[in-house]
């Protein structure tokens, strides 16, 4: 008895129709049947088949190891919607509702939404699950646009020079709050100025520059504004937020270094947490004495508003900006998914939690701005407030009211510390993902490159944890990924729509998902979506300036570096 592989003796099948293409055999695992003859007795040859299936680290034919995919699904929707769901849709959504229309502003809210947001969400998921590649690397289909892919990987790099800084923040908040009576109640503190009272209705001549303990805290105390007498005087980084960014650095590193598997079990906490705790919140917050008064200010409907193109405006730039598209993130988060996974359903779910979410952080904020409103006996619409002075000035004071304070600061920004960990993560796995891919030696050292990003990012960041800090934050906010990315996706889009073709790109999802998309969905990304972003950036763009869309040169804001405009961006920012 002998063993001989037969693979020379035995011929070849034929093709049948069911054969798999060169993109199958690139992404499935493959089966090799091994003919093998056993011994050959009174003429007759006898065989054996032996059915090898690869194992997930094994080579494919042009000598690369097989892509790593999520440990379980739920890993994926929980990065999609920790990342989407951020820091905007608690300080952000709820205030652009109350100013513009209450419930009315759902109205032009979700018309976006379906128009424009899902379509570009299911559209980067479905890029990035078929070409199994990051931001650049997905441009092998068409490689003039590979550019936009560079661009929104820079976007990401850039914007975490600035938003990590907002998270050192929150986890500054946080160690503050670990004593028995918190820091910004009172004006007998070291930092505080002649000018701190316990309330400043700023509405009179007189106190327009009186501030609370808790607005000087955040000044003061956080950010030593009163140090620096500009951005030409920034000053040595501040040692307790500069150990406060280090941390939150470090959590980024050891939640990214090892890919998905373990970005896949942070997730478990960082975006399943703000849930919990903004359950605890409304609960607490409905008992207090004004919530429902807060509540109803935020759900009554104003439809006379919607005769305001402005309200179209800012409801169409929320959508843009809350999902999250055109930063690289979708597709490099889809890019780890098994090849047929249904991501229209997931572009579906994800989508919708996000603007659920925003909706239900409403009576969270309203319940204890309302409850602000009546124990200082002023209109609510002096204490309502969007941005940073939502969270890092108003929320703490409220909060500093209730009994047990210490505790209820802790477990609020223990949320705002999730909010943004998993958010952050996001923007970097677009950096890394899209430059391992698109240079592949990176692939083996995945451990010291993204060392090197968060170093990186790190270092620069220091810049806005200076005395004269808040200056440079400013202008990172604005510049950082304000009409750049609108350009970035309206390219993308068009690249995807016009040059690649709609047909074709239905032709890739019906080959994963089994069923093409519908026309509804193919009409958005020909045409309704490319006109909704061109036109939102004209709409957010001076008149003056609609010259320099035209030659993609776009100055969205004109900021004057001083105290007066920094206080102004302060508690107006529309960080992402």
């Known amino acids: ?101 209450g419930g009315a502003f759902l109205v032009p809210y979700l018309f976006f939404m379906v128009i424009a947001g899902m ?86 001549v007189s106190d327009i520059y009186k501030a609370t303990p808790a607005q000087e805290y955040f000044e003061r105390a956080v950010l030593h504004i009163q140090d620096s007498n500009g951005i030409g005087d920034l000053g040595r980084p501040r040692w307790q937020l500069t150990s406060c960014l280090a941390v939150v650095i470090i959590l980024l590193y050891f939640s990214l270094w090892k890919g998905v598997k373990t970005s896949g079990k942070v997730v478990w906490i960082t975006a399943t947490m703000p849930y919990v705790v903004l359950t605890v919140l409304l609960l607490r917050g409905v008992t207090l004495p004004g919530a429902i008064d807060g509540i109803k200010a935020y759900l009554s409907v104003d439809f006379l508003r919607l005769c305001d193109a402005k ?17 690289g993130v979708l597709i490099a988060f889809s890019s780890y998914n098994k090849f047929s996974n249904n991501c229209y359903r997931d572009a579906i779910i994800t989508s919708s939690i996000n603007s659920l979410t925003s909706f239900f952080s409403g009576f969270v904020v309203f319940s204890f701005l309302g409850y602000m409103s009546q124990k200082h006996n002023v209109a609510l619409d002096k204490v309502a407030r969007d941005g940073a002075g939502l969270v890092f000035v108003i929320y703490p004071e409220a909060i500093a009211t209730l009994p047990g304070s210490s505790i209820w600061a802790v477990i609020f920004f223990i949320m705002l510390l999730t909010l943004g960990i998993d958010s952050a993560m996001g923007g ?127 100055r969205q804001f004109t900021v004057r570096v001083n105290s007066i405009i920094l206080y102004g961006n302060l508690y107006g920012s529309t960080v992402l």
């Open 119 to 204: 379509p570009l969400f299911y559209m980067e998921l479905a890029l990035g699950q078929y070409n199994r590649e990051g931001a650049a690397g997905v441009w092998k289909i068409c490689p003039i646009f590979k550019g936009v892919g560079f661009t929104v990987i820079l976007i990401s790099l850039y914007v975490g020079f600035y938003y990590n800084v907002i998270i050192s923040w929150a986890m500054f908040y946080l160690f503050s709050s670990f004593t028995g009576e918190l820091p910004w109640v009172h004006c007998n503190n070291t930092w505080n100025s002649p000018n701190c009272s316990d309330w400043a209705d700023n509405g009179s």
């Open 311 to 327: 309200v179209w405006i800012e409801a169409a730039t929320q959508i843009c900006f809350s999902l999250g598209v055109g930063f």
């Open 1 to 101: 008895p002998f063993c001989t592989v037969m693979s020379s003796v035995v011929a070849p099948e034929k093709p049948t129709s069911n054969t798999m293409g060169p993109k199958e055999v690139g992404t499935h695992l493959r089966h090799t049947v091994e003919l093998i003859l056993v011994k050959e007795q009174n003429g007759v040859q006898f065989t054996s088949t032996t059915l090898v299936t690869p194992t997930p680290t094994q080579t494919n034919p042009s000598g690369e190891e097989e892509r790593e995919t999520w440990g379980k699904k739920i890993d994926f929707l929980l990065s999609v919607i920790g990342f989407a769901v951020d820091l905007a849709n608690v300080w952000r959504f709820p205030y652009l509702c109350y100013k513009n229309g």
């Open 428 to 554: 970097m796995e677009s950096v890394i993902t899209g430059l391992i891919d698109e240079f592949k030696f990176l692939h083996k050292h995945r451990e010291l490159f993204t060392l090197f990003i968060v170093v990186s990012t790190f270092l620069i960041s220091l810049f806005c944890v200076t005395n004269g800090g808040m200056y440079v934050f400013t202008l990172l906010d604005h510049f950082a990924a304000g009409t750049s990315i609108l350009f970035g996706v309206l390219i993308e889009a068009i690249g995807i729509a016009w040059f690649y073709g709609v047909d074709r790109f239905s032709d890739d999802i019906e080959e994963m998902i089994g069923h093409r998309p519908g026309r509804y969905w193919r009409l958005c990304w020909k045409f309704v979506s490319p006109c909704f972003l061109l036109r939102l950036a004209y709409a957010i763009t001076p008149e003056t300036e609609h010259h320099l869309v035209d030659n993609g040169e776009v």
